[in-house]
């Protein structure tokens, strides 16, 4: 069973930072992605951000240049720097993982808890 477990939310001014962490374990034979996602009080729940261990990025065009994702292979874990942070990006953030668990199994689709990350003055 593989588990997803955020961390690093919080409350922060406008314009102040956070970083959250997103680590796998569990029974994990390969990563193909991990992403973050959020959602809004009263709103659907959005993408944001996804990191392939290929190395490529994605980013939801609204936080270009704002966040950066990046990960640790060997911890199997992924970051999400968020930089100017905006009261429109209060939140409570996921994340999200396509992992396979044995070389025999497909990708899987994985959520974490969620982290809440409120910006407001």
């Known amino acids: 069973q593989v588990q997803l477990v955020e961390s690093g939310g919080g409350s922060v001014q406008p314009g102040g930072s956070l970083r959250l962490s997103c680590a796998a374990s569990?029974?994990?034979?390969?990563?193909?992605?991990m992403a973050w996602y959020r959602q809004a009080p009263g709103k659907q729940r959005e993408w944001v951000a996804t990191f392939y261990y290929g190395g490529d990025t994605n980013y939801l065009d609204y936080v270009k240049g704002r966040f950066t994702i990046s990960g640790d292979n060997a911890k199997n874990t992924v970051y999400l720097q968020m930089n100017s942070l905006k009261p429109e990006d209060t939140a409570l953030y996921y994340c999200?993982?396509?992992?396979?668990?044995?070389?025999?199994?497909?990708?899987?689709?994985?959520w974490g808890q969620g982290t809440q990350v409120t910006v407001s003055s």
């Open positions: 999200n993982a396509a992992i396979r668990e044995t070389y025999y199994r497909e990708y899987d689709e994985y």
């Open positions: 569990g029974s994990i034979f390969s990563i193909h992605m």
